[in-house]
């Protein structure tokens, strides 16, 4: 890895050191992860800097960092770097190795076998495209949605919500593959390289118009790193506020709770969409909506981005710091629209023992029950 290259195409020179970055990072409270002294280390030496495995693996890649950067620049791209030059070093924790090596051979970080990635969508009769055919609503399920016995529900209520606004949609089956979103964060380019080839030659058999996606990973990475893609992309709370200022979709049901929203990550701070997901809750009829004091641009990780699904760090959770400020508005129900917070939020809702006090739910689910 060439140390000059990632000085100039990260520009870490005009980092003035004023450290907000560091001082900003969520995850300096569990690790003490002084991302200014790593540029430092590497604009005098001109040397990628060793540091403590919980330094560079702790990071989230939320871009929190990035946000208030004075100088907009993106830190997090760093510890990226740092990770691809351990991962081709062979320096990788046990977790993180057997994620990498379960998407290149499963297709998913999961470790699951891919024939069973479109299980859950047994009985549901969806329908999967055929060579060539012309596709308006192309559902990019994801690892997570797919696998993962908790967020299936979400790709369920998807499901129904897209039979209720009558789109004829698709969805690629077992022949979908991960997007390579975690896989970027964790410093394997070189797969991740593979994932975009392989993505996008699947892509390529289709004449596709817009894809939905149910991960703001997801969703991220296709508009950012795909740039052979050649159709729309749109998070499902995207596509979501548009059918609604469409009239297309309509609430039908009240859903009587008080509840409030965290912010996914990779959907507010690195895109900026904040509005459509609350212009969604406010309009569901029945909902009493409060923000928690960080909120927006300013909202908490979850801590599960950047590969921490798959490496721990002791202490307390950051997601358990959000339940218990969940709690201190009053909310009945802390929403979110992401398959890591939601897993995240529901182990800290059991942690924390507030079971009884604040249940965690996608903003799928209650469009779901409300249409």
């Known amino acids: 890895m060439a140390e000059q290259e990632i000085l100039q195409r990260l520009n870490l020179l005009a980092c003035m050191q004023c450290g907000i970055c560091s001082g900003s990072c969520p995850i300096t409270v569990k690790a003490p992860l002084n991302i200014r002294r790593i540029i430092r280390e590497l604009v005098l030496t001109r040397k990628l800097p060793k540091h403590k495995e919980e330094y560079i693996w702790g990071c989230t890649t939320c871009s929190t960092c990035e946000v208030r950067c004075p100088r907009e620049l993106k830190p997090y791209e760093l510890l990226i770097d740092i990770r691809n030059w351990l991962v081709e070093e062979g320096e990788v924790p046990v977790n993180i190795r057997d994620a990498l090596e379960s998407v290149y051979k499963h297709g998913n970080p999961w470790g699951r076998a891919r024939s069973k990635r479109s299980e859950w969508a047994e009985g549901l009769n969806l329908k999967q495209p055929t060579q060539g055919e012309k596709i308006s609503l192309l559902y990019f399920v994801g690892c997570a949605p797919a696998y993962d016995s908790r967020v299936q529900e979400v790709a369920k209520a998807l499901v129904k ?7 004829d ?9 991960c997007c390579g979103s975690e896989i970027y964060s964790m410093g394997e380019k070189g797969l991740f390289e593979w994932l975009v080839e392989e993505n996008q030659n699947l892509f390529n058999k289709y004449a596709i118009d817009l894809m939905v996606t149910t991960s703001p990973h997801c969703f991220n990475i296709f508009k950012t790193r795909y740039p052979e893609i050649k159709f729309e992309v749109q998070h499902y709370t995207q596509y979501l506020c548009n059918q609604l200022e469409k009239g297309k979709l ?7 709770a008080t509840v409030t929203y965290h912010d996914p990550c990779f959907l507010g701070k690195r895109n900026n969409i904040f509005e459509e997901p609350r212009k969604i809750l406010e309009t569901i009829p029945g909902i009493k909506f409060v923000e928690m004091p960080r909120n927006k641009a300013q909202s908490l990780c979850c801590e599960g981005g950047g590969g921490r699904m798959w490496y721990d760090l002791p202490g307390e959770r950051l997601a358990e710091a959000r339940i218990m400020e969940a709690e201190s508005t009053g909310a009945e129900i802390i929403v979110t ?11 800290a809702v059991k942690t924390t023992g507030k079971e009884e006090k604040i249940k965690v739910m996608d ?8 249409i």
């Open 337 to 347: 629209s992401c398959p890591f917070c939601l897993i995240n939020l529901e182990d």
């Open 363 to 370: 903003l799928a689910e209650i469009v779901a029950q409300t």
């Open 169 to 177: 949609f698709r969805f690629l089956g077992n022949d979908e593959t």
């Open 250 to 256: 309509k609430f039908q049901e009240k859903f009587e």
């Open 161 to 167: 919500i897209f039979g209720k606004m009558d789109e």
